[in-house]
């Protein structure tokens, strides 16, 4: 068993994983490197493969040519709906004779994206039910895939495990161990601890808080921030624009039932929401839809945000634009370029956390700075993270018992916090816990 560390280990995201067994390899996730692609997100056209590549937003999956591996690959298999783990596949996809699989929110998104860029795989897409398993064919035998429940910052987020020869391989990237998910179930440590008897040969997992000393809080958490904000907060006649990701469905969710309540017309604002929203509606999960307008194009926007401004106390405004991605609908508020005219005591609720990237970090102060020239009201960090901190990482290792631990989805300050939890708990570093890079290759004996 040889596993290549493509993308995700010198970075946050463009994540891609490779399982090799004898003549067969199985890819885990193929994500785009964001802050790679900020200045174009916005754009109608996606550049082509070569442009992304130029770019840096696509793993350097040319690493499996070079190894002789890409005619070896029989699946690609996809943790979730975000981006950095399911947006290269228009690109890369193409270059694999294998079916892309994934839980059926996450194929959904994926059509959607590629519809509305105008792209096409010739790829297979299969989506699996969650708790439920696949079994891939290879030239050195069958391998049982199963998809299981695990709670992050989007719906239908999975623990894919591979079962193998040699035991199983178990990919956890994203989670977080929330037993009080305000939407979805909690994770399956049922069938983790089965897992766990049965023997889990390597685990890889999302060190991206290993650093930080604590247990990642429960979504209803962010429920109860979100409601103290705007239930404990004087705001009868002031706008409320909230800005949060617009794949977190759950987070979504309770906006729109706390505008209900606060007697405000629901707005979203931007093809990102659009489509996710699109993707929730079209597997059954985005039921609150009705009680929400989105507007997605620009004359539409430009009416809407018109309507908002001449009477800001009956709307509740949800717009992208958390990260101060340039061209968002919030970047383009501040920056006074839409209808939509801030004001002294406007309420804005940032009901996310900056992601840990310079370029990111770097927008969102200059987000911030152009907002408050309007003397809004600012509400930062309203929010729980999707990812595990150090604590919730210990508790995965005891609930797996893994024999091997790789730490992946950060740089390495992010994955060597990981591999120090480890080596507390017994690990030994470079016998049984395994620090890599990206275009690694780690022999498990």
């Known amino acids: 068993m040889k596993i290549h560390t493509i993308g ?145 910052s989007t719906i239908q987020s999975t623990v894919i495990a591979v079962h193998t020869p040699e035991g199983v391989v178990m990919y956890v990237n994203d989670y977080k161990l929330d037993n009080s998910p305000t939407f979805g179930e909690k994770p399956n440590y049922k069938r983790f601890k089965e897992l766990s008897k049965q023997g889990i040969k390597v685990l890889i997992a999302d060190c991206l808080y290993a650093p930080d000393d604590r247990k990642t809080p429960s979504e209803k958490i962010a429920r109860g921030l979100l409601e103290d904000v705007l239930f404990g907060t004087e705001n009868r006649n002031s706008g409320i624009i909230i800005t949060t990701f617009s794949s977190h469905i759950a987070r979504l969710k309770t906006i729109t039932e706390f505008g209900q309540r606060l007697g405000r017309e629901v707005i979203f604002l931007g093809r990102s929401l659009s489509k996710y929203m699109q993707a929730a509606k079209n597997v059954g999960k985005g039921g609150f839809a009705k009680n929400v307008k989105i507007f997605t194009y620009r004359r539409q926007l430009e009416k809407a945000l018109q309507s908002v401004n001449k009477n800001k106390k009956k709307y509740l405004v949800v717009c992208t634009g958390h990260q101060g991605e340039p061209g968002s609908i919030l970047d383009r508020i501040a920056r006074n370029q839409l209808h939509l005219h801030l004001s002294q005591d406007d309420h804005v609720i940032f009901s996310s956390k900056t992601i840990p990237t310079p370029v990111n970090e770097a927008s969102c102060e200059q987000l911030r700075k152009r907002l408050k020239k309007f003397q809004v009201r600012i509400f930062d960090n309203v929010h729980t993270s999707g990812h595990g901190g150090r604590e919730d990482l210990r508790d995965l290792i005891k609930l797996t018992n893994p024999q091997h631990i790789i730490p992946s989805h950060g740089d390495l300050k992010k994955t060597t916090a990981g591999a120090e939890l480890a080596q507390e708990m017994g690990y030994k570093l470079n016998k049984t816990v395994h620090l890599m890079q990206d275009g690694g290759m780690l022999r498990v004996e």
Do not use: W
Not at 38 to 54: F, N
Not at 88 to 114: C, H, Q
Not at 129 to 147: P, Q
């Open 8 to 152: 995700g280990y010198d970075e946050v995201g463009k994540n891609m994983t490779a399982l090799e067994i004898g003549e067969d390899v199985l890819l885990f996730d193929c994500g785009l490197f964001l802050p790679a692609i900020v200045a174009v997100e916005e754009r109608e056209k996606i550049p082509t493969e070569k442009g992304m590549r130029s770019l840096g937003a696509l793993p350097d999956d040319l690493y499996l040519e070079k190894k002789n591996l890409r005619k070896k690959v029989r699946a690609i298999l996809v943790s979730h709906a975000h981006l950095d783990h399911v947006g290269a596949i228009p690109y890369l996809a193409e270059r694999y004779n294998a079916d892309v699989l994934g839980s059926p929110f996450t194929m959904e998104v994926l059509k959607i994206l590629m519809k509305d860029n105008n792209q096409r795989i010739r790829n297979k897409i299969i989506p699996v039910n969650l708790n439920s398993s696949r079994v891939i064919k290879g030239k050195s035998g069958n391998y049982k895939v199963e998809f299981l429940n695990i709670t992050h």
